[in-house]
């Protein structure tokens, strides 16, 4: 996982609440002639209708994580809804209607994720994540994944915080599982460095010679349950390998990729590496980690996690057979 990380977060969050608000400007006037309602859901919506319509930071459509995760626990403690639940099911649709989450992906999907300028999913770092559109024309861009799942927190369908880039199949894989910043890494909190690293486990020279067979990959966790959490949920293990515990019907993944490596690192070795970076040095290369760039075709830097698919893995690997 990589972490989204940008210096105009809370700037694009504020441009946020105000799409939100031009989109639909009867959110809260929805909400507060709910609050107004006498009987079992009053206070509810009166303690919803106030804290949507905040202004600042505290506002429920950019609180940050941890706020939201505040939030969540005291609606839970005073109002005990699980919308999860067939019980509440009335009222879940009734908030999914008030929220209107896919009117707003409609009029202003295509804004947020060009904004965000997320390109690679950083669930899974193996899926493009590109916003391409011309003038009116929308062409393609990522899913948006909700941390907190649309079913269970419907009032939270809208939060900026809660809006994760994400690829399909990721998005899919979590579907509507219960995730929270205790328990699961966070993508605008942090991501697996340097925590956890992949790893190669050879089971024969073969594997050098391109038997993918030959050839697994690991993810060390380092012993981090948050990690080991989203490394299940997004099937990290059975994708990059390209098979389950089961290898039946089996692709090679990215196995492929990671022998590409290796066989690099026996062929260029670390005197051709200097020897090629002090060459261009100036030219094409500001750093040595430029020139292994060139030989892997992949960013090896932390600052170049995000821009291009199987980077994550490529670093690691790198490092793991002495080429960084």
């Excluded at 994580?65 to 005291?74: A, M, Q, S, T």
């Excluded at 100036?282 to 292994?292: H, L, M, N, S």
Aim: hydrophobic residues 30%.
């Amino acid at each position: 996982m990589i972490r989204i990380k940008r210096d105009n977060l809370n700037t694009l969050a504020r441009q946020h609440y105000k799409n939100v608000e031009s989109f639909s400007p009867k959110l809260t006037e929805r909400l507060e002639e709910r609050s107004r309602k006498p009987g079992v859901l009053q206070s509810f919506y009166k303690q919803l209708f106030k804290d949507v319509k905040l202004k600042n930071s505290e506002s429920l459509l950019i609180s940050t994580p941890e706020k939201l995760e505040e939030k969540i626990k005291e609606y839970t403690n005073t109002f005990g809804f699980d919308f999860s639940k067939n019980i509440h099911k009335t009222l879940r649709r009734e908030l999914q209607r008030v929220f209107d989450y896919s009117g707003y992906a409609k009029e202003y999907g295509y804004w947020l994720a060009k904004e965000l300028k997320v390109n690679v999913c950083p669930y899974c770092n193996r899926q493009y994540t590109f916003t391409v559109s011309r003038g009116r024309n929308k062409i393609v861009r990522p899913e948006f994944d909700h941390f907190y799942n649309k079913k269970t927190y419907p009032y939270l369908s809208l939060s900026f915080y809660n809006l994760i880039p994400s690829c399909s199949i990721c998005n899919r894989l979590k579907g509507f599982q219960n995730f929270n910043i205790k328990k699961n890494i966070h993508p605008y909190l942090s991501g697996f460095n340097p925590i956890a690293k992949f790893k190669t486990k050879l089971n024969g020279i073969e594997a050098i010679w391109g038997d993918s067979d030959k050839i697994e990959l690991l993810l060390n966790t380092g012993g981090n349950p948050l990690v080991k959490k989203n490394a299940k949920t997004f099937k990290l293990k059975e994708l990059y390998n390209g098979y389950g515990t089961i290898r039946k019907n089996d692709v090679s993944g990215h196995r492929d990729y990671v022998i590409e490596i290796i066989q690099k690192r026996l062929i260029y070795n670390s005197s051709y590496i200097d020897e090629l970076f002090e060459t261009y040095q100036g030219i094409f290369f500001k750093t040595r980690e430029d020139a292994v760039r060139l030989v892997l075709s992949n960013y090896v830097t932390e600052d170049g996690l995000e821009k291009r698919v199987l980077s994550k893995l490529t670093k690691d690997i790198s490092e793991e057979w002495g080429l960084l």
